[in-house]
Structure formats: C-alpha cells, structure tokens
DNA sequence: CATGAATGAGCATTCATTCAT
DNA sequence: TATGAATGAATGCTCATTCAT
C-alpha cells in the first residue's frame, strides 16, 4: 500500500551541493580568465574546464557578464579586505603599517574565500589586472569597484587621523593624500607582481618604511629629505 | 572617382600621404580602443571611425594585434618615457622629483608624438591600463613592455646612486627598491585617474613629499611640501 | 514533501486527478501559444505557466509536437463542430443559416469543450491560425485537419441538397461549391477576427444574407432574408 | 606616368548587381520559408539555398526577422493588389466581379514583382498563411497588414458605393460589410488553396456569382454567369 | 510519480580577414 | 592602391528532452 503526503517536493540537489557547483562554474572561469582574458576565454571553455556541458554555467548564472562581475568582485575584495580590515581595528598604524598589510595579501599563495575554498592569489590578481580593463567601460563593474576603493579609502584616511591623534602620524601627512598614497602602492605592487614579473613584493612594503625610517634615521641631519634638491652645504 | 594611366612603377601615394594614412588609422583605433576596449572594438569600427574601407587598415597592419600593439607601444612610451629622460639626466634628483617627474605627463591633456601629432593624453592613459591585460597573455606586447619598464627602473635605480653620491638621496635608500616604489607610485596614480575616476594626480606626488617631509619636519624642519624643491638653509 | 511506502503496484495519482492534470497543461500551453506564438513558447514556458517542473508535461505528451497537436485539434473541432452539427441535423437550411451557424461559435466568449472545461474562444481562434501554418508543413496536424476539413464540406454539401429538395436553396446553388464558399466565408472572417482586428463578426454573416436577398429584392420580391431560397418558379 | 584624381572609388558592384543579390537572398527564403516554415528555417539554411555564405545575407538584411517582414509584405502585396487596382479604377463592378478579380491573382502560377522577377504564387501563399500568423505577435509585420488590409477594404468599399450609383450593385448591399465579405472570401479561398488542398479556386469565385445569380436567374433575368452550368430555361 | 538539474545540438549573429574589381 | 563584398569559423545563448533522485 501507498502512503503519500501532498506538498512541495525536494529539488533534486541541496543548497549545498548547488553552491559547490557553482563555486566549481566559478573556479573554471578563474582559471581560463587568468590564463586567457575574460574575452579571448568562451563560455563552452568554460564549460569544458569545469567539466560541465556547455548549457550548464546558464543555470548559475545569467550571463558571461555575470560570471565576470562576480570574479571581478572577488579580484577587488581580495585586493580591497586586508587593508580595509586593519584600517577599521587599527588607532596607531603607521602609513607603512598600513602597506605592509595591504601587501601581505599579495604575497600569499592562497586565499580562503567567504565559503572556504581556497583560491590561488595569482589567478585573482591576474583577474584583478582585467577587472580595471572591464571596469573603463562597464558600469556593471565599474560601479561597485569605485564604491569599494572609495570605502577603503576613507577607511584609511580614519585611520591615519586617528593615528595622528595617537602620534604615529607625523602631523604633516594629510590623510586623503596620504591613503591614496597607500592604494597607489598596493596596486602598483599589484601590477609589477602579476605584469611586469617582480613576485619580490615584500621589498616593495620595505622600502617605503626605509624610505621615511631611513629619512627619520638620519634625522639628526636637517635635509634628510631627497625632495629637497637643494641640500643645504 | 579615381582615373589613372599605367606607366613606370612608382608609389602611388607619397611616403609622407601614406605615414599620415597610417597615423588616421592608429588614432581612429586609440579612440574606439579608449571608448570600447580592444575586444570590444571590431576592425570595422576601427575602419568606420578613420573613414576609410574596411580592408584599408590591412594596408597598413597585417593584423588587429599588430594595431593593438602599436598602441599599447605608444601607452607605455608616455608612461616611460618622461621618469625615463629625467632620470637620464639629472645628478641629484630626490625620490619625490623622480615621482613628480614621472606625474607630470600624466596630467598634461595632449602630448605630442615621434611624428608630432598631438595624441590625448586620457586615451592613451586608458589604452594604457587595457595593454596590463593584454601583456598578461600576450607575448608580442609583454616582452617590449617588460624590457622597457626594466629600462626605466634601472634609469631610475642609477639616477638614485647618483643622488645619493650628491647627497640628494638618503643613504638609507636601496635605490633598485625606491625605483620600484616610485614606479608603482606612478602606475597606481595612472589607475586611480582613469578607473577610479580621481584626476587630482598632482596632489599624489606632493603628498610622498610630505609624507617624508614629514617626517622630516618632525625632526625640526618646517617644510611640509616636498615639491619646494629649494628649502632655503 | 511526499512520504511513500512501496507496495502493490497501483496508480500514484487517480484518473480524475491525472485527467485534471493534464488539462491544466493544456490550458497552460493554450495561453502560451496564444500569446507567444507555438515557436516562441518552450517547453519550460509552458511548464512555468502551468505551475509544475519543467519535466512534468513529458508524462502527458511525448513531445512539444503532440501538445501543439492536441490544441490543433481543439481549435479546428470549435471551427467546425458547430457548422456539422447544424448540417447534420437540419433539412431545409439555408446557406446563410449553415454560415450563421458556424458564425456564432466565433462570437462567444468561451466554449465548453469535451471534458467540460470552459475555454476562452479568443485563445482557440488565434491557436486555429497558427494551426494552419503548422498543416503546411507537418503532416501529423495536416492530415486530421484536411479530413475534418473535408467531413464538413460535406456535411454542408449534403444539408445543401436536401436543402434543394426542401426548396430552401436554390436550385442554381452547386452544393460542393456553395460549401466551400460557407467555409470559406467561416474562416475568412476568424481571420478578420483575431488577425485585423475586426471582431464585428455578427454583421459579416448578415452582409450574405443581405447580398442574396439584395439581389432577390432588386427582383422584385420581399424576401428580405437570403436564407430564403425558396424562390418558387 | 600615373595621373590620377582624388574623389571616391565606385563600390565593387553595381546597385543593379547588389539588386539581384538580395533577390536571390529573398528568393532563398521563399523557397524556404515556403517549405519549411518561417521559425524552421535557419538563417544558414537560407544562405545554403542561397549559395552564398552564412554571413552573406546580413549584408542585405539585419535580421532574420527583417527578411521575414520582406517576405510577409510581398506576400500582403499579392493577396491585396489585385482587388485593390480594380476597385480603384472601376465604376460598375459587382460584388461577383471583384471577388473573381481577386481570387485572379490566386490562380495564376506566377507573379512579377516590382523588379519584373516571376515569382511562384504558391510560394507567396503558403507564405502569407504564415504571416498571418506572425502577425498576432509581431508588431513590425501586423501595423503595416492591418493597415494594407484596411485600405483594400476602404477601396472595395468605395467601389461598391460607385457601383450601386451606377446601379451594378444592389442598393440594399451595405458597401462596409459586403467589402468584409469580399476579403473574407479570398482569404478562405486562399486557405483552401494552400492549406485544404482545394486548388480549384476558380469554381470558388463563380459559386457566389452562382448564389447571386441563381436567385437572380429564379427571378426571370437569365442565367447571368457562366459558371451557373444549371440554368433553368 | 514529480522534480529540476543536466545535456548538447542548434541558432542568430559577428567579425577578422581575403580578394576580385 | 583602395574598396567593400564575401567568407566561414566562432560565440553567446536557448531549449527540447532525459534521468537520477
């Protein structure tokens, strides 16, 4: 004998297993864009690099433009987190404090996303690199990312108000300028490391605090400072 | 409608007719590619927005990379070249002059070419940022832009040694790392221009200024802006 | 969620209920096709304006074809039930009363079919006509339509004669012809229903009417009423 | 010695040449479209019809759809220039007349287009049967129908005022609605035709003459038309 | 039985490139 | 030389259908 219940049936995978296969349609498109380029990668290679039939990235997503927003996103939080995040906890950070924890990021192999998977840096950064092609020219991308680095940017800028009131702050320093300072190295340490083949990122945090340091350093001299042409004799 | 007689072989354009052709035709291409982006620009468009045939630009380019090529050439030979001549030239130039150097092009709204063609600057800037995709799988345009980003750091690692044998440069500078600093500086300032939509690049270079005339000052001297490039004894 | 024990094998779903179903899918694909066109409307479509998953109309239909089939036969049977039955059961119509007949199925709102289940009529008209692009070319609704089609000719062709010996229809009437000209006249004037707008379809089987007695009237007599054949010598 | 004058080069081909180009295009999708119906051809299909390549026919049309819309207007044109040139030059046409000038144009094997190409008619109606159904859903194919179905009916209208003037049409006709009827009758005629497989359009014609006349001829006048084999003495 | 995820062939359309004129 | 028509492979996306759950 049949006893049946009428009501809504379960779908055939649950929320997990479809999450998973997503973040598979999405760990695929890392690798092709990373490899190839968002334009030169189609979506059957897409499809073929996670092992899917060519219809199935349809059911995760709307579009290729879709699949791109969110690497995108994730090129951008990856690049934007860690130094928003030591921003937000910090009252005494330095300027090179500040780098330094925005470098660190890209010197890892691996970062752990907001689900757990593991994702390899340098196919994020290589992303990043394309995301800042996408977003000249395409507002789905351009909108959130300008949000983002405006968001990381005031962050910053408290930050290093508070620590000029906690004195670790020359009270010279002004602190919109100088937080565009910051992001003007992160992404230009970005860039060296993933276009121009300099990997060496840890230097790159360095020099800067033995920029002011050794400036500091020698501070017992007057003109320490290299803007200064004209050395006094 | 054009009438001709056969006769002895000879161009039928002059040398200069056609140079002039050819810089239509790389122009029209640096407008549709600032606009649309390399992918999204189709070789029709390009032929449509010089105002010529659709097979013209095959006379001129065996290829749509070989156009993308000179163009990402002419992006990174503004980038380059200014930080490239300053640091050729001077003994005792400081960090922040070098950045300062190197910012200059990037706020002019025109810069004139080999040819002497005016190009605008934000196109070429834009085109810039779209090669950084390109080289990342791209031979043909990595290897150029590779060999000459280590030509200007090299330009400005030497300029450092010699600033810091006139004194004008902190001993306490490793100058191959403050060359990477200063380029990073300028390619993060470029980016910030054009994708994040904050112009006010001459801001950026003061404050690296400030950032170790602050430091500075902190040790008694005033001068908060380091562009002052004479700090009087 | 449904719970089962399995058992002795017997039907999930009761007749009624799988009836009931069935013609849920139906009405669905109706209303699509009806909108959309039967080329424009998927399968998942139908499925989604139905309310049940995308693979639920397979346990009905082997195929889109057999759903497009199913409401072809719908829209041809209300075009010609009325007109056959009227044809088979009166002996002295006329042929304004056969087209007046067939007419008025058009003008209702909605009809009852088989099973009992009102159909709006506007929905089967405009399903009729794109039932008969689809008898172009596809033999599966070509053949019962052609033959439904022919049944009725010949319904009519047989109420004409006996019309003929009633004395209801002229004499000079050809049946096989005079049936074609009420069909004809049928479906001539669906098309100016549901293709150009022109839902007056009560005047349009007035109009013959008024052509026959027109010309009977110029003769002299009353006869207002076409359907008068009965003209005696 | 090469003397030549600057100005614009001819194109490739002649305005003549491109003509026939896109009539062979057109005439592809006829053939087509004819055969297989509007939503089953592919555009290559038409192209490999066509001989041409898969690219080729979007150097004459858009889209698909554009084709269609040609198609379907040249269809509209068959069905309604006929009736329309008589109507319009006509002061004592009778109902019987322009209907049997209508139904002319259905009986015939070929029609030459504007450009003076043959063109199969049956070609052309299997066509229009399918434009009727692209019409419930397409705007860009229904405005353009509608309003040539509307100006037929205006000038068959107008026809008929001028023919009960001149007496050739009874005074109790409502010239609106007996236009109605007219267009009602070669669209059923026309179904028959390509869907029904009646292709004896011709007895179609001469039966409502019949109808007409047959009451007529009961009245003493004589058998006024010749498809009326049964004329009583 | 019912679900809905998955398949994979097919489609409309684009575009880099060629080449007859 | 310059033109622009033609090519044909490739692309993003859809959809009828299947089948594991």
């Not at 000249?136 to 290093?160: K, S």
């Not at 945090?205 to 290299?226: F, H, I, K, P, Y």
Request: hydrophobic share 45%; proline share 6%.
């Amino acid at each position: 004998m049949t006893i049946y219940v009428e009501g809504p049936i379960m779908p055939r995978i649950t929320p997990e297993r479809r999450e998973a296969r997503r973040a598979e349609i999405v760990a695929a498109a890392r690798r092709c864009f990373s490899r190839d380029g968002f334009h030169q990668t189609s979506m059957p290679d897409i499809a073929a690099e996670a092992g899917v039939s060519a219809g199935a990235p349809y059911r995760y997503f709307a579009s290729k433009e879709e699949i791109i927003l969110a690497i995108a996103s994730d090129a951008f939080r990856l690049v934007f987190e860690p130094v928003e995040r030591l921003a937000a906890r910090t009252d005494h950070a330095s300027v090179a404090d500040l780098l330094a924890a925005s470098l660190e990021a890209l010197n890892a192999d691996t970062v752990t996303d907001a689900a757990g998977r593991e994702v390899p840096v340098d196919e994020l950064l290589r992303c990043a690199v394309q995301s800042w092609s996408e977003l000249l020219r395409n507002d789905a991308v351009r909108a959130p990312a300008v949000e983002g680095f405006q968001g990381v940017l005031r962050g910053i800028t408290e930050a290093l108000r508070r620590g000029q009131a906690a004195g670790t702050v020359p009270p010279a320093v002004q602190p919109e300028r100088a937080a565009r300072v910051v992001m003007g190295l992160l992404h230009g340490c970005l860039l060296q490391r993933v276009a121009f083949g300099l990997t060496d990122t840890a230097g790159f945090g360095d020099e800067l605090s033995a920029l002011l340091a050794g400036v500091d350093a020698t501070s017992g001299r007057g003109g320490a400072n290299g803007t200064t042409g004209a050395t006094p004799p």
